[in-house]
C-alpha cells in the first residue's frame, strides 16, 4: 500500500515474493493472505478479472499467483516461490516486498545451497522505495544468521531493521493458552523454550 511504483515502466509488474525452506511452508502463508482477502473491506483489492490478459504481459509460470490493486492503480503479484542456487528465484524482478518464512531454520551462505543471506541479498537491490523485507518464524538452533541477527539487534531498533520477539500467547493466545503453555512446559521443555518463551534452544539443556 505504502510502496512507491512510479518509476517502473508500462508491462512492469512487481512481485511480493514469498519463500520458506519448502515451498508447503510457504503455501501456508499465502492461504492466510488469501484468508484475509477474502474479508468484505480487503476484497476489492484482488484482482480476479481479465486474468488472461495479465498472464499475458507477464508469463504463464505465474498461475497460482495472487494479484492485487495498488492504490496508484498498477497491478501488483504476489507468489510463493521455490528457494534456489544464490537467490536466484527472487532476481530479475521488481519487489515491493518479500516475505522468507521460517527464516531462523534457513542456513547461512557458507553453510547450505538454498540460504538466508543469498535470498536477502538477491532481493534487496531490487526493493522499490517503501518496501520491506520480513523474516519470520520460530526461533530454533542457538547458530545462523537469523540467530546472530537476534543476538546482536533485539531491543536496538534502527531505520534498518527492527527485530520483534513474540511469545506464543502474545502471537496466537487462542492456541497457547495458560493451560497448553504449562503442558508444553512439562512434557517438552525444548518445544516450550522456543514455541512459547521465542528464545533459541540450548543443544547442552
Not at 39 to 68: C, F, H, M, N, T
Not at 107 to 132: K, M
Amino acid at each position: 500500500q505504502t510502496c512507491d511504483l512510479s518509476n517502473l515502466r508500462d508491462g512492469e509488474i512487481p512481485r511480493y515474493s514469498i519463500l520458506s525452506i519448502e515451498l508447503d511452508n510457504a503455501r501456508v502463508v499465502l492461504g492466510h493472505l488469501v484468508g484475509a482477502l477474502q474479508k468484505p473491506r480487503l476484497a476489492a483489492l484482488r484482482v480476479v478479472a481479465k486474468q488472461e490478459q495479465i498472464l499475458d504481459e507477464i508469463g504463464a509460470e505465474s498461475l497460482g499467483s495472487e494479484y492485487l490493486r495498488h492504490p496508484s492503480g498498477r497491478i501488483v503479484e504476489i507468489r510463493v516461490v521455490a528457494g534456489k542456487r544464490a537467490g536466484g528465484s527472487l532476481v530479475s524482478r521488481w519487489s515491493f516486498g518479500a516475505c522468507l518464512d521460517e527464516a531462523p531454520r534457513m542456513l547461512g551462505s557458507s553453510e547450505g545451497v538454498v540460504n538466508y543471506d543469498d535470498a536477502r541479498r538477491s532481493v534487496r537491490g531490487r526493493l522499490l522505495p517503501g518496501a520491506r523485507l520480513l523474516s519470520i518464524g520460530s526461533p530454533w538452533q542457538p547458530y545462523g544468521p537469523i540467530y546472530d541477527i537476534v543476538q546482536n539487534e533485539w531491543g536496538r531498533p534502527t531505520p534498518d531493521r527492527v527485530v520483534v520477539r513474540g511469545k506464543g500467547p502474545d502471537m496466537n493466545p487462542i492456541w497457547w493458552t495458560p493451560e497448553r503453555c504449562e503442558e508444553m512446559r512439562r512434557s517438552d521443555i525444548r518445544t516450550f523454550q522456543t514455541d512459547v518463551m521465542a528464545e533459541f534452544a540450548d543443544e547442552e539443556t
